[in-house]
Nanobody, 120 residues
Framework: QVRLVESGGGLVQAGDSLKLSCRASGRFAMGWWRQAPGKEREFVAA????????NYADSVKGRFTISRHNDKNTVDLQMNSLKPEDSAVYYCAADLGGTPTTVAVAPDYWGPGTQVTVSS
């Protein structure tokens, strides 16, 4: 049983920063998706197991940075210059033996989600 544990969501103002973290053990490519009310779940960012390869949605490029710390089995999503349209439930995702591309398409595992709300 693969268990993904997210942390770090919350309420911030536009322009603020927030960091999400996800813990999972195993050789996973990992990433983040998000889902706003009334919208489909969408890909945000992903990173390879080695950390050498990343993938970002156009909407977050230059503002969000994904990184991982395999010694701690964690993946972080640093979100800067947040906008109200970034408000959503953010889900950690993992793909066993996959790549940032496969995480962006169809990850194998999902976390329960953490709420991020950006006020204007």
């Amino acid at each position: 049983q693969v268990r993904l544990v997210e942390s770090g969501g919350g309420l911030v103002q536009a322009g603020d920063s927030l960091k999400l973290s996800c813990r999972a053990s195993g050789r996973f490519a990992m990433g983040w998706w998000r889902q706003a009310p009334g919208k489909e779940r969408e890909f945000v960012a992903a990173i390879s197991f080695s950390g050498d390869d990343t993938n970002y949605a156009d909407s977050v490029k230059g503002r969000f940075t994904i990184s991982r710390h395999n010694d701690k089995n964690t993946v972080d999503l640093q979100m800067n210059s947040l906008k109200p349209e970034d408000s959503a439930v953010y889900y950690c995702a993992a793909d066993l033996g996959g790549t940032p591309t496969t995480v962006a398409v169809a990850p194998d595992y999902w976390g329960p989600g953490t709420q991020v709300t950006v006020s204007s």
